[in-house]
């Protein structure tokens, strides 16, 4: 085994503590009902080797006290000061390079009863060092899950909510199972949701196309950005429902998340999509999306927070 990814500080209740005494007991609320909600955000080492760019910080700040909202969980914490705190980390651990930041609410109360009031809420926040989750470059094979994506009336997927994992899990290890990379989940109505991580994408007839935010998807701050960057290249898209039938049929796909970043999508249930490699539209976003990751696309700039990376000397 490698070394551990992780960094060494967490933000734990309330304070900067070593990643090592961020101890929960086994009985806590979160860890027996899922009663828990995070965030997933990535840090980039900027082109100039000394900045860390954290991506969209607010957005990911704002969905996770969205989400908060949903446990019925309230929280000493406004999005700027939620957003403080983990710039204060990210400064505490003084990162040399990619980073992937985790913070999480949960219900920390040791308590019996399957219910969202009456309990105590925490936010913890660790992060550790992460590369490609899924391909980036050659892309990956996706298969449509035999799985129903959790419909918004059972668990709201809208939030990142940690009990509807299990639904992402289930979907996760049959795509493995099948010898795919990654999972799409049709909804209850059988139209195309989105990955077991990841929102999707496909590329019809030059049109971008994607579920509605009303379709059981989470609102990927990814998949925001996607948005734009098309619509800004003049690239029409539509969110609208889609048939699982349209995925056998379109020129690209791909799957595009936090953890994800941009994956094309080279084959859906064994079948070549378009010519069986990523597309031109997949390259072009895919190309932009990296180019401002790390701080070389001055018109998207604002999606980004800056924290000074630790530059690594010769003797790291
Ligand atoms: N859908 C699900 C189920 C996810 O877990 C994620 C990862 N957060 C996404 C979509 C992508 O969302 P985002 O771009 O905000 O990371």
């Not at 060494?8 to 979160?30: L, M, N, W």
């Not at 828990?36 to 990911?60: C, M, Q, S, V």
Request: proline letters at 5%.
């Amino acid at each position: 085994m490698g070394a551990s990814p992780m960094l060494e500080y967490a933000f734990f209740e309330g304070r900067i503590v070593p990643f090592a005494d961020a101890k929960i007991s086994v009985g806590t609320h979160a860890v027996q009902y899922g009663t828990g909600a995070f965030a997933g955000i990535r840090g980039y080492l900027d082109a100039d080797g000394e900045t860390i760019n954290i991506f969209r910080l607010p957005e990911h700040a704002a969905r996770l006290l969205n989400s908060a909202k949903l446990l019925r969980a309230t929280l000493p914490f406004t999005r700027e000061t939620l957003a403080r705190t983990i710039v204060d980390l990210v400064e505490k651990n003084a990162p040399t390079g990619d980073v992937y930041i985790r913070p999480f609410v949960y219900k920390s109360s040791v308590q019996l009863t399957p219910r969202l009031t009456g309990l105590d809420n925490e936010l913890a926040v660790y992060m550790l060092q992460l590369g490609d989750y899924l391909d980036t470059a050659a892309g990956v094979k996706a298969a449509v899950s035999s799985w129903q994506r959790v419909a918004d009336n059972a668990i709201p997927g809208r939030g990142k909510l940690s009990g509807a994992y299990i639904n992402s899990a289930l979907a996760k290890d049959e795509a493995e199972e099948k010898g795919a990379d990654e999972a799409i989940l049709l909804d209850q109505h059988g139209h195309v949701a989105e990955g077991s991580g990841c929102n999707l994408f496909l590329v019809r007839d030059g049109a971008l196309v994607t579920a509605p935010i009303t379709g059981d998807i989470l609102e990927g701050i990814t998949r925001r950005t996607m948005i734009q960057f098309a619509r800004d290249e003049g690239i029409p898209v539509e969110e609208r429902d889609i048939d699982r039938s349209e995925l056998y049929i379109v020129d690209e796909a791909f799957f595009c998340g936090t953890g994800v970043q941009i994956a094309p999508i080279t084959s859906i249930d064994g079948r070549p999509v378009g010519d069986g490699i990523p597309g031109p539209i997949t390259l072009k976003i895919r190309e932009i999306f990296f180019d401002t990751v790390r701080g070389r696309n001055p018109d998207y700039a604002h999606f980004l927070t800056k924290v000074r990376a630790k530059v690594a000397s010769a003797a790291d």
